[in-house]
């Protein structure tokens, strides 16, 4: 039920563009994009509804695809502050009343 | 806004031994969560609040775990006889409603069980 993230971790420049798929076996509601630093708290990023909206955060964007079970992470232009590892948590509706289930996470690591 | 505030920020403890850990949620939201995270994954559901009301409690969480929200503000998540597999970052958050609001986390606190 634990939503699949790929890849695992990355090695970017800064500059380059990264993709973070999340993948679920179960029909979603929803999915929640967080990055956590390390030592420090997971911080939101977006809440993404079914109905395949894309939403953005400054260069950071996300899409859901319903049909696919899936969503994915867009970071363009990467920059040093985007380091951490970055979660997502996926609903699947009041069947599990409305929890998140939580992917195990991507690390990124941005080099100057 | 003050943030959700976790206390202590770390506990050494021996194993067999009982700890409290208290979590003060941001004043307007209702609702209030734990989580378990460990080195390398995410988040694990613990159990949450709905005020002063626990609606859920994780099916993987044991006896030994309890935890209170009296009168819907703080938090307290006790662990009894502790074992060294509950060593880990114990995370609370908070959110106002249900559904599709966002979570506010504190910086956790990481228990290590010698």
């Known amino acids: 039920q634990q939503p699949v993230q790929s890849p695992q971790a990355v090695i970017l420049r800064e500059g380059e563009d990264a993709v973070i798929n999340c993948s679920s076996s179960?029909?979603?509601?929803?999915v929640h994009w967080y990055r956590q630093k390390h030592g420090e708290a997971p911080v939101f990023l977006m809440i993404?509804?079914?109905g395949g909206e894309q939403k953005g955060h400054e260069k950071i964007s996300a899409s859901f695809n319903e049909k696919k079970q899936q969503s994915s992470l867009y970071l363009t232009a990467s920059q040093l502050s985007y380091s951490g590892t970055y979660f997502c948590?996926?609903?699947?509706?009041?069947?599990?009343?409305?929890?998140?289930?939580w992917g195990a996470g991507t690390k990124l690591i941005i080099k100057p | 806004d003050t943030g959700v505030s976790q206390d202590p920020r770390h506990k050494i403890t021996k194993r067999g031994q009982n700890v409290t850990f208290r979590c003060d949620p941001i004043s307007e939201h209702n609702r209030l969560y734990w989580y378990r995270q460990t080195l390398g994954q995410g988040p694990e559901f613990l159990t949450y609040f709905q005020n002063e009301a626990q609606l859920e409690k994780s099916r993987l969480l044991s006896d030994r775990f309890s935890a209170e929200r009296p009168k819907g503000s703080f938090s307290t998540l006790e662990i009894q006889r502790t074992e060294q597999g509950d060593s880990a970052m114990y995370l609370c958050?908070?959110?106002?409603?249900?559904?599709?609001?966002?979570?506010?986390f504190g910086s956790g606190t990481q228990l290590s069980v010698l």
């Open positions: 179960k029909a979603l509601y929803s």
């Open positions: 993404l509804l079914k």
């Open positions: 958050a908070s959110s106002f409603r249900g559904p599709n609001e966002k979570l506010f």
């Open positions: 948590g996926t609903e699947i509706g009041k069947d599990s009343n409305y929890q998140l289930i």
